[in-house]
């Protein structure tokens, strides 16, 4: 962030990032001050809207430790107790900038859910409470693709057998809103995979077929 003067008027101009992915880390820090990271999820993003997460983010191992580190720091910073999300940017160079900080469970950890032993729902409530955090292992290669709204009017769900047949580690989860409008995030697929690519085809590849 740069700061001029021109004449009267004052400026402030971000300076232009040349990055090549988008990640984000969640992170949850209890009551008592300890602090677990989940594993660096990597973001494909369509029209400002996230589209796809994949698990692990298929960066250097360098990088991997660089955004689990920052995420760390993040929570030693904030002090906040609860689930947080530290949306960050990676350059060519594996240069870490951070983009954005949610103090909440986020759209890019819903992986976590059918990926990692304790999700990032249940860590954010163990850590309010004041309970032990649980693992945040991922177990298996996860994708999460969100599920967004292509029409106006009641909401009809379409596909869903057809595409629970094709691919066995298919999940789906439906928000259960009654309307749905274009854009809107109507529920999010995932499934888990030998790969994270692999895992990315099956949630592109139920997309596909399942309507809403």
């Known amino acids: 962030m740069k700061h001029w003067v021109a004449g009267k008027i004052e400026l402030m101009v971000e300076e232009f990032v040349p990055f090549t992915k988008e990640i984000s880390v969640i992170a949850c820090r209890g009551i008592d001050g300890k602090r677990v990271i989940y594993p660096v ?17 298929n960066i250097s191992s ?17 002090e906040g107790v609860g689930t947080f999300c530290v949306e960050m940017f990676i350059t060519e160079d594996d240069q870490i900038y951070i983009n954005e900080i949610a103090p909440r469970p986020h759209n890019s950890g819903h992986y976590t859910i059918e990926g ?26 996860t994708a999460m693709k969100n599920i ?7 909401v009809e769900l379409l596909g869903l057998e057809e595409a629970y047949a094709k691919f066995d580690t298919l999940q789906m989860h439906f928000y259960g809103k009654k309307e749905t409008k274009k ?6 697929l995932t499934a888990y995979a030998n790969t994270a690519e692999e895992a990315v085809n099956i949630v592109n590849g139920a997309h596909e077929i399942i309507e809403l």
Request: charged share 20%; with cysteine.
């Open 41 to 57: 999820a990597e973001n494909a993003h369509k029209n400002s809207i996230l589209d796809v997460t994949s698990v692990p983010a």
């Open 148 to 154: 967004l709204g292509t029409r106006d009017g009641m």
């Open 116 to 141: 990692c032993f304790a999700n990032q729902f249940e860590n954010h409530v163990r850590a309010v409470m004041g309970l032990p955090l649980g693992s945040t292992e991922l177990i298996k290669p």
């Open 62 to 78: 360098k990088a991997t430790q660089n955004g689990m580190d920052v995420a760390d720091k993040v929570m030693s910073i904030f």
């Open 183 to 188: 854009g809107r995030k109507m529920g999010h």
